[in-house]
């Protein structure tokens, strides 16, 4: 069964930083591209960054660019995402998705496999 897990949320204050991880399980997506998206209630899931097969390509939403972090390792099957500079509105449950290609997309519909979320909480 193919899992995708991720930990590393919490509460952190404005300003703090959190490194997330996201362990999979069943399969290897050492081939796969992977990303980040993160949801708060009442709105769309919204992408945050992603990273190619080999970590050689990255992307990055707008509101998260020069703060946040995606990398992977590919020798352990997981794909973290480094956030400093936390702000308020970074509030959501983030999730790990696995895409069914190589490249990276931003779009959620290009990735098969996704995480149950982890919790991430900026007071201000």
């Known amino acids: 069964q193919v899992q995708l897990v991720e930990s590393g949320g919490g509460l952190v204050q404005a300003g703090g930083s959190l490194r997330l991880s996201c362990a999979a399980s069943?399969?290897?997506?050492?081939?796969?591209?992977m990303g980040w998206f993160r949801q708060t209630p009442g709105k769309e899931r919204e992408f945050v960054a992603t990273?190619?097969?080999?970590?050689?390509?990255?992307s990055y939403a707008d509101s998260v660019r020069g703060r946040f972090t995606i990398s992977r390792d590919n020798a352990k099957n997981t794909v973290y995402l480094q956030m400093n500079s936390l702000k308020p509105e970074d509030t959501a449950v983030y999730y790990c998705?696995?895409?069914?290609?190589?490249?990276?997309?931003?779009?959620?519909?290009?990735?098969?496999?996704w995480g149950q979320g982890t919790s991430v909480t900026v007071s201000s």
């Open positions: 069943g399969r290897t997506f050492s081939n796969n591209a």
């Open positions: 990273i190619s097969w080999s970590g050689g390509t990255t």
């Open positions: 998705a696995a895409a069914r290609t190589s490249l990276p997309f931003a779009i959620p519909t290009s990735y098969d496999y």
